[in-house]
């Protein structure tokens, strides 16, 4: 018991997602964003919330806060999390939480090249642009998916840029959803 509550509290803390029922709060200096694509964003947090209400998987956390999120499951494939919040929506892979994501499960929930990564990033960023829960172009969205990988997305003058981290990415708990 003891050891099962010390790799708990080394999930939770390690990773910066805290966990409570459905409640998808993360800690934005602890977030590694390799275990999938972190787009940094001007997000709306109003469009957002009621992005949420017309997805069927998904839940809101901390609604009246700053530190907001919503957490829902992409409708191109149910093993890709997606987490909004002020300043970035992350695709991610949808597990228990806290389980680092290597390559083989990266290969194995985005597909080979990130085919299916890319595929539901420009179905849902798409869809969230048209909703007005992210500020981009229609413009943005092919070359948005096009510039996906592990790492973070973002806008330099003209180009989407991805750049890497050195931390561990790790699944999203989306154990709810599903």
Same mark, same amino acid.
């Given at each position: 018991?003891?050891?099962?509550?010390?790799?708990?509290?080394?999930?939770?803390?390690?990773?910066?997602?805290?966990?409570?029922?459905?409640?998808?709060?993360?800690?934005?200096?602890?977030?590694?964003?390799?275990?999938?694509?972190?787009?940094?964003?001007?997000?709306?947090?109003?469009?957002?919330?009621?992005?949420?209400?017309?997805?069927?998987? !998904?839940?809101?956390?901390?609604?009246?806060?700053?530190?907001?999120?919503?957490?829902?499951?992409?409708?191109?494939?149910?093993?890709?999390?997606?987490?909004?919040?002020?300043?970035?929506? @992350? @695709?991610?892979?949808?597990?228990?939480?806290?389980?680092?994501?290597?390559?083989?499960?990266?290969?194995?929930?985005?597909?080979?090249? @990130?085919?299916?990564?890319?595929?539901?990033?420009?179905?849902?960023?798409?869809?969230?642009?048209?909703?007005?829960?992210?500020?981009? !172009?229609?413009?943005?969205?092919?070359?948005?998916?096009?510039?996906?990988?592990?790492?973070?997305?973002?806008?330099?003058?003209?180009?989407?840029?991805?750049?890497?981290?050195?931390?561990?990415?790790?699944?999203?708990?989306? !154990?709810?959803?599903?």
């Amino acid at each position: 018991m003891k050891r099962t509550m010390r790799a708990l509290a080394v999930v939770l803390v390690g990773t910066g997602i805290f966990t409570l029922g459905a409640t998808p709060a993360v800690g934005a200096d602890e977030f590694c964003p390799m275990g999938g694509t972190l787009i940094k964003v001007e997000v709306d947090k109003d469009k957002a919330l009621e992005w949420a209400k017309d997805r069927r998987k !998904s839940v809101v956390a901390d609604e009246d806060k700053d530190e907001w999120s919503v957490l829902a499951l992409s409708t191109t494939d149910d093993d890709i999390a997606i987490l909004v919040k002020a300043g970035s929506v @992350f @695709f991610g892979v949808a597990g228990k939480g806290g389980q680092e994501v290597d390559s083989r499960v990266a290969d194995r929930t985005f597909g080979n090249s @990130f085919r299916k990564l890319r595929d539901a990033i420009k179905k849902e960023m798409g869809d969230m642009r048209q909703a007005g829960v992210v500020k981009i !172009s229609g413009g943005d969205v092919q070359p948005l998916s096009e510039a996906a990988g592990l790492g973070v997305l973002e806008k330099k003058d003209r180009d989407w840029v991805l750049t890497t981290e050195d931390c561990t990415g790790v699944d999203l708990d989306a !154990s709810g959803l599903k």
